[in-house]
């Protein structure tokens, strides 16, 4: 697949699109598990995750189904909301870690917010772009694949 692109000197190019078809095979198929209270972003992101090929296996908006989701299903990579509703989701954090599943928090708090035992992960600062969103997930989804 190619695009037609204007080079800095005037000229056509061609613009080969294998890198982005080769990221995008990266997320296809990809079970993710999509932890957060708010129906808008929680609707948004499994739009978005769709439309990159991967399968939600579930959008928890409590801390309790997320638990239930995370052990009883396969589970490739997380978006965790850090606060669900009242509740933290550092048990799922940790049931996760637990099962070497990679997750990413998704926080409008920073990384003060995010559980100490799990400050050094992959974090997305809401409000977020979807390509930081899909970013995250591809390097969370290598380390993983290299760590194992």
Known sequence: MSAM???SDGRDAIVNDDRRAQAADALTGRRVLVVEDDPFISSALEDMLTEHGCVVIGSARTVARALHLAASE????ALLDVSVGPERVD????LLAG????FIFT???GRAGLPEAH?????VEKPFYCDEVIDAL???LRRSSREA
């Open 5 to 7: 692109a204007e080079s």
């Open 74 to 77: 396969q589970i490739d990579v």
């Open 91 to 94: 048990p799922v954090a940790e």
């Open 99 to 102: 099962r070497d599943c990679p």
């Open 107 to 109: 926080t409008g708090y």
């Open 119 to 123: 400050a050094s992960r992959a974090m």
């Open 138 to 140: 591809r390097s969370a």
